[in-house]
């Protein structure tokens, strides 16, 4: 299933922690440049994923991922197959768009973020699955 199958919302298209400011017990979000209509699962997967350090990555990812998942879905309720096919189009993304490869840094960190994608893709698929049933329990 690809997930232009999936309901879209408006969406920040650069969601990351530079864009979030904290004041008076408020996040405000800013930088709204590069909003768009997208399924929101893959803006969520994509600000989940940009902050870890893929090199020193050990296994609590995995119990973060789906932490991540169960608390995302507390607030706004996605199926595993949103999730899953979140997921494989991110890593689509990580691979394949080379509009920043100037800059090197950026371009590294997706690398590595792709390699792990790619490396741990069943388990991620399997931590969705276990999100979901956490959530029916």
């Known amino acids: 299933v690809g997930i232009s199958k999936f309901e879209t919302s408006l969406i920040h298209g650069d969601l990351n922690s530079s864009n979030i400011i904290y004041s008076k017990q ?17 803006e969520v997967l994509r600000f989940f994923f940009q902050y870890f350090d893929f090199q020193e990555a050990d296994s609590s990812i995995f119990n973060y991922f789906e932490e991540f998942i169960v608390s995302y879905n507390s607030i706004n309720k996605l199926t595993n197959v949103e999730w899953e096919s979140a997921l494989t189009f991110y890593l689509k993304v990580l691979v394949t768009d ?40």
């Open 26 to 42: 408020r996040l405000n979000f800013i930088d709204f440049d590069n909003c768009t209509y997208f399924p929101q699962s893959y």
């Open 98 to 137: 080379i509009s920043m490869v100037e800059d090197k840094n950026f371009f590294q960190a997706r690398a590595l973020r792709a390699q792990f994608i790619a490396d741990n893709f069943k388990r991620l698929k399997n931590c969705i699955n276990i999100s979901i049933m956490k959530e029916k329990n």
